[in-house]
Every structure is written in structure tokens, then in C-alpha cells.
């Protein structure tokens, strides 16, 4: 294992489509974070988990948008009737708890939605 | 409101020169780390520094951070075309668990 696996790496989808991105983190890390990038911007916060329990949601993370983290170890992020504005870079990291928040990122999966 | 600031937003320098980033919040902060990103990658950590006052070194650059912990620098002496890439402050306040971003120093060296 050798840093944080995003699949895939790139997804096309139609509007109204459901997609769903797998983040697989460093295997002993107990955090894990979803971020969404837009051209030019800062990762900005989506949400993270500790072990298998989702600790924190951003406000920015619509009713279309859910995460799983069923046994603390790979994670899952679906959006479900994908709109335009929903093109970005998904982001996933992962992180010791011991280490706070020093935080190893994946390449990302590049969603754009036509 | 972005909670940590960078400056400058962009920044394109000839080879060989210096420059220095800097991060700024409001807030304080337990620890704060740099990022590099580049295009279609995810960010890949450099630093972290932890203390007030702290100074940390990694080859050419030189990372700070606030006596008060609410503000960091970086320092590229002699910059060189592979240090082009965008350059992130990210940190958790204190108390907090969630990571933030900066706003992201875009750099060019050119040869």
C-alpha cells in the first residue's frame, strides 16, 4: 500500500445521472475527508469519517450528495441527479487520528456532468 | 469568508529568483500544513509545523509558522521551473477535526 487510491479517475456523466466514487485510504489511517476542487479554488470540505462513523458534514454537501465508510476502510461517495454545477475534482485523504490533521490526498476523480 | 487567506494569488518569477507565500486567518490553529498541486493531481503535503514560532526546512524552501499560530509563511530561495504548481495552506482550528484550505498561491517560474 503505498498512498490513498481514488476510483476513477475520471467520469463523464450525463445531467440526472447517479455517479459513485470509491476512495480506498492509507490502510492503517483511522480518518478519511471528501473534498470537491473547482478550477482555480482550494480543496473546500465535504465531509469526513472517523473509523466507519461520519463525524462531520459541510453545509455545502446537498441532499444529493451521501458518503459511506461501512467497515472504516474504503470509502464510497455518491451524487445522485447530477447537475452541471456538480463538475469538479472529488478529493479524498486520509489521516491518523494521532497525527490530527496532517492529511494524505489521492489523485482525485475528475467528475464533469453534460 | 475564507478562513485562511493567501498571498499572493498568483505569482510568475524568472529562474533563480526568491519569493515567499504567505497564509493569514484570524483564527488559531493546532498545526498547519503546505500543499503542492499540480494540474489533475491531488495535493501532496510538504510540511507541517506545529509550534509557534517554528521554522522547518526542505531543501529550498523554508516553511514558518506564526508566533500566535494564525499565520504561516513559505520561502522558496533560488526557485526553479519544477517548483511551478499551486501552493496550499490548509489547517484545522483549534478544537476542530476538519481540515481547511487556503485560497491557493498559483506559482510560475520560468526558465
Known amino acids: 500500500d503505498t498512498g490513498v487510491s481514488q476510483d476513477p479517475r475520471h467520469k463523464i456523466t450525463k445531467r440526472g445521472q447517479n455517479v459513485t466514487f470509491r476512495c480506498d485510504p492509507i490502510s492503517e489511517h483511522n480518518r478519511l475527508y471528501w473534498y470537491r476542487q473547482t478550477l482555480g479554488q482550494g480543496p473546500e470540505f465535504l465531509t469526513y469519517f472517523q473509523n466507519e462513523a461520519q463525524l462531520e458534514k459541510s453545509r455545502l454537501l446537498s441532499d444529493r450528495f451521501s458518503a459511506e465508510r461501512p467497515k472504516g476502510s474504503f470509502s464510497t461517495l455518491e451524487i445522485q441527479r447530477t447537475e452541471q454545477g456538480d463538475s469538479a475534482m472529488y478529493l479524498c485523504a486520509s489521516s491518523l487520528v494521532v497525527s490530527g490533521t496532517e492529511a494524505f490526498f489521492g489523485q482525485g476523480t475528475r467528475l464533469t456532468v453534460v | 469568508t475564507q478562513l485562511l487567506e493567501q498571498s499572493p494569488q498568483f505569482l510568475s518569477i524568472q529562474e533563480g529568483e526568491n519569493l515567499t507565500v504567505y497564509c493569514n486567518s484570524s483564527s488559531v490553529f493546532s498545526s498547519l500544513q503546505w500543499y503542492r498541486q499540480e494540474p489533475g493531481e491531488g495535493p501532496v503535503l510538504l510540511v507541517t509545523?506545529?509550534?509557534?514560532?517554528e521554522v522547518k526546512k526542505l531543501k529550498r524552501l523554508t516553511f514558518q509558522f506564526g508566533d500566535a499560530r494564525k499565520d504561516s509563511s513559505l520561502h522558496i530561495t533560488a526557485a526553479q521551473p519544477g517548483d511551478t504548481g499551486l501552493y496550499l495552506c490548509?489547517?484545522?482550528?483549534?478544537?476542530?477535526?476538519?481540515?481547511?484550505f487556503g485560497t491557493g498561491t498559483r506559482l510560475t517560474v520560468i526558465p
Open positions: 490548509a489547517g484545522a482550528p483549534t478544537g476542530a477535526n476538519n481540515l481547511f
Open positions: 509545523v506545529v509550534t509557534g514560532g
